[in-house]
């Protein structure tokens, strides 16, 4: 095992943080292997969070759906769907589970600040000081046909609406003193007089006269995760945001890069700039050795590109319907369709297909490689693959220098798929003095060694929301 | 005469049916939203053999400014007491006069499959003007408007339960196919003021539709499982029922019991001097348990179940636990729910059929 002197790093004592996050949708999870299980029995939640939390991860982490995925105007029928609301699966696990962190992902355009702040803060109650809220915005018509509003939110205005959400949202946070219920049944009220304000806000998105309904947590407010990556994204993560759960965790230099920008984003905004933890999503896979880890990622892939997905992926990239096709042989003759940016899903992922798809060609012509073998090598990536040691010696070097804080890891099985990294990838990163051998605090906030919520500090390094 | 065993269901809320319930708990104020507290209490229903707890809610704190008191929502309660029972049903009260139907159909469902099938629904409305301001919304002025936002919300939400056929998710390895998406179908409900489009994120919930709870005078009959009906004497909560028009009835009963310590009538002039006990129109038992065991033999000859509204949960709790339900299970009066059953089983009801489920039988695929 070769190892660097932990000292001759910039940040010799930095600690590696690691949240899971338990996927509802796409390709990554597997769902045809024979320890595939349920995506939604509360057995599935239950031991994904317990194994975690046997690992000292800092947080169990839930997406949102809020309409099921479809494909040129039908369901999309090759992935994992169908998963519980966030908030109230993670109020469940709360009751199972003691220490480790709660995250829901929440919507601030289909949802209203004063029930969500409400349920948010619940969930912080009942797990006494455990809860996030991974702060997501959507603005399209398409998702608002579930809802009352219908999809009535410009897409310019989806930051300034989550940001006026989250002024609202710490408003009712802080609407209750500290000590603001009486502790005797004798007291003159139940709450001590004048310590519940009613909260009055008035702006372009919101208009509303709150009573807050709850006390503050253990931790004060739940912990603010943010995943935005435009320059927009990362300025509303700089302003407002506790953890980032980024994409850009595979690459050393790319994660170094991330994590220097957003520490610059901080600084401006006149925030310290180690006030916010950078969790980048993850797929990790663990083998005795390398080759056996790289021969267990060929396996996984054969699962996760099926010759259906594989299609689904090419299909995307050519924008032409590929089902049907052959994903065993050739690439498509075709060239691929070149559309107007009309704001879709492949027009805002997909910046030249020609490009890509000269580039695959070569490559599979070069290898030989088929339609889905080419998917597999060149479509989305994503992980860090290898044996314990090595990626201990990794992750070490990533943390040390301050590219992440930790990983935001997703299984590639449910509800297994976080035993090999809790019984073998966590012990190597402890004797390498880069993660925790107990838990030392009892709130998520702690865990990931945060400050005080923002709007609890004096000046300087305060920075108020809005 | 006895009627058939009765399902008794019991309110769990804060500290009481009083407003100023908290003055005789037997914890200090700051205790009462600690998690161990609900899912104290729910333990105690189980263990006692209540086939139901429900959990009241509203989106203002209940308590009149200046003296609010705090309140965690109660489909967050629910969730984490269900995760700490095993076979009492649980349900929140959710009013959809302002919510969004989408968001309640979802939380509900999850609870189903949080529980196992054991989750019920309270539909209530919200009455105060104030709410329309918390969720920034105009307010619904009066009852006549409230009814259409229940009766949609509920419609809605039932559709969205029946979205996923139960064999939706197949997992087919030779067609690549997790889903088979003509198991799976668009609701498009619309109403007067809004469309939904559908379908759920959530697969059906274990029971197929949740136990639905409410005023048949508040929400349509047809919409309902068990009516929960009002009334100051046994004849009219007869009258009541006999008119409600579901396939269960629920009285609901406000009680004070006589404890050891003291009298229920003495326990009721207590709090009096703090604040009146709140007038529902309801049937209330203020005395011995003995007493209640023969108010509820009475009325198990008019209707399927009992929801009860203790005075006071840390004191009436005990008392109904220690004295009033062994009287009734000698008297083979109570049904007790049995250990994996699901709530609807536990109250006699059928597992709905799906709305959407279609007629021709599918080749299996897997």
Avoid: C
């Avoid at chain 1, 912080?124 to 219908?150: C, H, I, K, P, Q």
């Avoid at chain 2, 046994?234 to 579901?246: Q, R």
């Amino acid at each position: 095992m070769t190892r660097t002197d932990p000292l001759d790093v910039p940040r010799p004592h930095a600690q590696l943080h690691f949240g899971v996050f338990f996927q509802g949708v796409n390709h990554w999870t597997i769902w045809s292997a024979p320890d595939s299980g349920s995506q939604i029995d509360p057995a599935s939640f239950r031991k994904v969070a317990q194994t975690a939390e046997r690992g000292l991860f800092d947080a169990f982490f839930l997406g949102e759906g809020l309409r099921l995925r479809e494909v040129d105007g039908r369901i999309h029928d090759l992935d994992v769907a169908g998963r519980p609301d966030a908030i109230t699966q993670l109020a469940a696990l709360a009751a199972v589970t003691r220490r480790i962190g709660l995250v829901s992902t929440s919507n601030s355009t289909f949802n209203e600040p004063a029930d969500l702040a409400r349920r948010l803060s619940g969930l912080d109650l009942l797990s006494e000081g455990r809860a996030g809220w991974n702060v997501v915005t959507t603005d399209n018509a398409w998702t608002g046909a579930n809802f009352r509003r219908g999809g009535y939110l410009d897409h310019a205005d989806r930051y300034r609406r989550a940001e006026e959400f989250l002024t609202v949202a710490r408003a009712l946070w802080d609407g209750w003193d500290d000590k603001a219920v009486a502790t005797s049944v004798a007291a003159p009220a139940w709450s001590v007089p004048g310590a519940v304000r009613q909260v009055r806000h008035r702006g372009p998105q919101f208009d509303v006269d709150l009573a807050p309904t709850l006390p503050r947590s253990a931790q004060g407010h739940p912990v603010i995760f943010q995943a935005g990556d435009s320059g927009e994204g990362r300025d509303f993560a700089a302003r407002n945001a506790d953890v980032i759960f980024s994409a850009h965790g595979n690459d050393f230099d790319d994660a170094l890069a991330f994590a220097e920008d957003i520490r610059r984003r901080l600084r401006a905004v006149g925030r310290p700039d180690d006030d916010l933890r950078i969790l980048p999503g993850t797929e990790i896979i663990i083998g005795a050795t390398e080759e056996e880890a790289q021969e267990k990622k060929r396996w996984i892939r054969l699962q996760q590109v099926t010759p259906a997905t594989a299609l689904g992926i090419a299909g995307l990239l050519w924008g032409i319907d590929l089902s049907g096709r052959d994903a065993d042989g050739p690439l498509p003759a075709e060239d691929p369709v070149v559309a107007e940016n009309d704001g879709s899903f492949r027009a805002r992922r997909i910046a030249d297909p020609r490009a890509v798809v000269a580039e695959w060609r070569a490559k599979a012509e070069a290898h030989g490689w088929s339609l889905r073998e080419t998917v597999i090598a060149l479509g989305p990536q994503r992980g860090h693959v290898g044996s314990p040691s090595g990626l201990a010696d990794k992750f070490a070097r990533f943390v040390r220098h301050g590219a992440v804080d930790g990983f935001n890891v997703t299984p590639y099985l449910i509800p297994d798929g976080l035993d090999d990294i809790v019984d073998l990838l966590v012990p190597e990163l402890q004797e390498r003095g880069v993660y925790r051998t107990e838990y030392t605090g009892g709130t998520l906030r702690e865990h990931l060694g945060l400050r005080a919520p923002l709007t609890h500090r004096s000046a300087p390094g305060r920075q108020e929301a809005g | 005469m006895s009627g058939p065993a009765l399902h008794l269901a019991v309110e769990i809320d804060g500290d009481g049916a009083h407003p100023a319930a908290w003055r005789r708990a037997a914890h200090a104020p700051d205790r009462l939203l600690a998690p161990r507290r609900a899912a104290g209490l729910a333990a105690v229903a189980e263990n006692a053999g209540f086939a139901l707890i429900t959990l009241d809610d509203g989106v203002l704190p209940p308590g009149a400014a200046p003296d609010p008191v705090g309140r965690i929502g109660a489909v967050e309660r629910a969730a984490f007491v269900a995760a700490s029972t095993s076979t009492i049903g649980i349900a929140p009260v959710v009013p959809v006069t302002y919510a969004e139907p989408f968001h309640v159909s979802s939380q509900l469902a999850s609870l189903d499959h949080i529980s196992a099938g054991r989750a019920g629904w309270v539909v209530t409305e919200e009455e105060r003007p104030e709410a329309a301001r918390v969720w920034g919304r105009p307010p619904v002025a009066d009852a006549a408007g409230r009814a259409p936002e229940s009766r949609d919300g509920v419609e809605v939400a039932r559709a969205l339960w029946d979205s996923w056929e139960d064999d939706a998710v197949i997992r087919s390895v030779a067609t690549s196919r997790y889903l088979d998406r003509d198991r799976l179908h668009y609701i498009d409900f619309t109403g007067e003021t809004y469309a939904v489009k559908g379908p759920a994120i959530v697969p059906r919930p274990p029971q197929g539709q949740l136990v639905v709870l409410g005023r048949p005078d508040l929400v349509p009959a047809a919409q309902l499982d068990v009516a929960l009906v009002e009334g100051r004497d046994p004849a009219s909560v007869a009258a009541a029922a006999a008119g409600a028009g579901t396939p269960r009835v629920f009285a609901e009963v406000e009680v004070a019991l006589d404890t050891p310590d003291a009298a229920g009538a003495e326990r009721v002039a207590d709090l009096a001097r703090y604040a009146p006990w709140t007038d529902r129109r309801r049937l209330r038992h203020v005395g011995s348990a003995d007493g209640l065991v023969a108010l509820l033999d009475e009325l198990s000859r008019h209707v399927h179940g009992v929801r009860l509204h203790p005075l006071v949960l840390d004191e009436d709790l005990a008392v109904l636990s220690r004295l009033v339900l062994p009287a009734l299970s000698e008297r083979r009066l109570v049904a007790r729910p049995l250990p994996g059953t699901s709530l609807r089983s536990a109250l006699g009801l059928e597992r709905p059929a799906n709305r959407f489920a279609t007629a021709a039988v599918q080749e299996e695929t897997r």
